[in-house]
């Protein structure tokens, strides 16, 4: 950790000459070396309170603060602050309170306080020297970063709780952008984030998860990429968000499957059902058939015996006297899915 104030640029609310703020962060303890500000003695009430403040030049997590007081330069612990602040901002408007010191009396405060992410901060007295409640000192002023725990994931896996997806590249910590693909029949999945570090928390879509578990299911829509975030907030630092665009499939499946010979509609066996994927029927005295199949999703491929058909429309299919084997593979348009049909055919002379 460092003082990541020493020599930034401080103002305050008021100085007096040559006790100007920047004397305040210089890192230098001495009596001519040090911040003296002042409020206008009020004609009823407590002064006004002074401050002194530092632009940090950039965002920073800060868990410790100093103030080195003038009891700790030789003077007289009256000449120390009684009841100050010390505050932190992000935008230099709205500022909060990161630890405060009541009736003080000490030489020096040093404290540590909970890891907090600040761009200004400040030493806000609402009371000063015991001697002169009117006027404030600080012989040195110092805040020191702390250093950010690590905010990635060791291990990032998907499943719907009998079947795990592969991401669309080996998970790697560094890297945060990675694409899934599922077939037409998995409605949902779960991620399952393993924070590199124990003490980091992690939600997916806003819900927290225990490190190492399975995220509520997450509803997949057909034919449509669905983003999942997992957000680590480590212990000290910013957010990291690992993303994966996952694509459910659209659907592979038929919804009508005719065959004829002729004129005549031949009786499939059993009768045709999406989730049926083999079927025989019967025909005699002929050498082709016409296969009609239609898509349940009609941008779906659809191709009989290796040649392409479109969804609807009788595609003309050559037999032979036997047994013939034809196979219907339906491709969905979107994602990758794919189911096959079999049709056996025995063609009597």
Request: a neutral charge.
């Amino acid at each position: 950790m460092s003082n990541i104030v020493l020599n930034k640029a401080a103002d305050a609310s008021s100085f007096v000459n040559p006790f100007i703020p920047a004397k305040g962060v210089d890192g230098s303890v001495a009596p001519l070396n040090r911040w003296l500000g002042s409020s206008p003695v009020p004609l009823s009430g407590a002064p006004a309170p002074n401050w002194l403040r530092v632009d940090l030049g950039t965002n920073c997590w800060v868990n410790r603060w100093v103030v080195r007081q003038m009891g700790g330069l030789g003077w007289s612990p009256n000449y120390n602050l009684i009841d100050y602040k010390f505050q932190g901002s992000l935008d230099n408007l709205n500022w909060f309170d990161l630890d405060s010191v009541t009736d003080n009396s000490a030489n020096s405060t040093d404290r540590m306080i909970i890891p907090s992410k600040v761009r200004w901060v400040r030493v806000y007295i609402t009371k000063g020297l015991r001697c002169n409640t009117n006027f404030a000192s600080i012989a040195d002023f110092e805040v020191y970063d702390a250093p950010p725990t690590d905010s990635t994931l060791s291990a990032l896996s998907l499943n719907n709780g009998t079947t795990s997806f592969p991401l669309g590249q080996p998970f790697i910590k560094t890297t945060t952008t990675y694409t899934a693909s599922v077939g037409f029949d998995t409605e949902n999945i779960t991620v399952i984030p393993t924070t590199t570090d124990p003490n980091a928390t992690v939600a997916v879509n806003g819900v927290p998860v225990p490190r190492g578990q399975s995220s509520q299911p997450i509803s997949l829509t057909a034919g449509v990429v669905t983003s999942v975030n997992a957000v680590v907030t480590p212990v000290i630092g910013d957010p990291q968000t690992y993303t994966v665009n996952v694509t459910r499939a659209s659907s592979p499946y038929l919804t009508g499957l005719v065959i004829k010979s002729g004129r005549v509609t031949l009786t499939l066996s059993p009768t045709f059902n999406q989730n049926t994927f083999a079927y025989t029927t019967t025909t005699s005295g002929t050498t082709s058939v016409l296969i009609t199949a239609t898509a349940e999703d009609t941008g779906a491929t659809i191709k009989i015996k290796g040649t392409p058909a479109t969804s609807g429309v009788a595609l003309t299919v050559p037999v032979s006297s036997g047994s013939n084997t034809i196979d219907i593979v339906v491709s969905s348009v979107s994602g990758t899915d794919q189911k096959t049909y079999l049709c056996t055919i025995s063609v009597g002379s």
